[in-house]
């Protein structure tokens, strides 16, 4: 099942995939009906149908409680790094306010020169889960989606924690949809992408993650409570513009777009404001 939250005229609502097209459910985001417990989208189906194609996505989760992001968790993006594969994964984390839809513009980090796109397979959490199991962390997991953890390097690099090159306002997409982990499973191998301007950047599977989507609720759910609609970008495959020789970066204009095979794509282009 595929299910995205789209903007509508008064707010937003969460929509379900029927036969390529949308159906609304009551429920503002996707975050909602998780929160709900879930329940059954059949009993909503009124029957009337939105055509995806021109659709205006929101964030598929418009407000999680937490954003936990991961960082050197491909293998090859690892070694393209320079680094050795870690014992413990990395994390930092992502504020609500960075999160866009699909389609909406990148805003620049202003005061950055650096820019940086990660094309990354994101987890959304189901269920409340605290120091979990492998078998209660695989049941927290509602699904996946799509997101690009847009990094400013240069404001990354300021001082050993990462995070205030990681969550400018308007920069990391995230949707269009969740693939739930009925369909997909709990640890999908799935080609995810990413092109700038049309010329491919990385691709890889998400087989080559270090730490599984159910070894990172396991590990973080250890440190604090994961709820409903949190969500866990697992980082970045190699091939990153950082990585390069010379170095590449975005500029106003570029036009990013990262794609998880099963899931969908975002296609952001990157602007000044």
Not at 22 to 27: I, N, R, V
Not at 99 to 117: F, H, K, T, Y
Not at 130 to 135: G, I, K, Y
Not at 223 to 250: A, M, W, Y
Request: charged fraction near 20%.
């Amino acid at each position: 099942m595929k299910l995205a939250t789209i903007r509508i005229e008064g707010g937003t609502a969460a929509a379900v995939e029927v036969d390529g097209a949308l159906a609304l459910l009551p429920f503002a985001d996707v975050g909602e009906w998780l929160r709900a417990g879930s329940p059954a989208v059949d009993q909503y189906d009124g029957g009337t149908r939105l055509a995806i194609d021109g659709a205006d996505f929101a964030p598929l989760v418009t407000a999680p409680g937490k954003i936990v992001c991961v960082g050197l968790n491909y293998r090859e993006h690892i070694l393209e790094m320079g680094r050795e594969l870690p014992q413990h994964p990395t994390l930092f984390a992502k504020f609500s306010d960075a999160l866009i839809g699909a389609n909406d513009p990148i805003v620049l980090p202003p005061g950055s020169e650096s820019v940086d796109w990660e094309a990354e397979l994101a987890v959304v959490i189901g269920n409340r889960v605290s120091r979990a199991s492998a078998e209660e962390a695989a049941a927290a997991i509602a699904g996946f989606t799509v997101a690009n953890d847009i990094s400013a390097r240069d404001f990354q690099r300021r001082t050993p924690e990462w995070l205030q090159g990681k969550t400018f306002d308007a920069t990391t997409p995230l949707g269009p949809f969740l693939l739930t982990a009925d369909d997909a499973g709990h640890a999908p191998d799935l080609e995810i992408s990413c092109s700038v301007d049309g010329v491919a950047k990385q691709k890889a599977h998400t087989s080559d993650l270090v730490f599984s989507p159910v070894d990172l609720v396991r590990y973080i759910s250890a440190i604090t409570t994961l709820h409903p609609g949190d969500v866990i970008l697992t980082g970045t495959p190699g091939g990153v513009g950082d990585g390069r020789t010379p170095k590449e970066l975005l500029t106003d204009g570029s036009v990013v777009t990262t794609s998880i095979d099963g899931i969908g794509q975002c296609r952001n282009a990157c602007i000044l404001r």
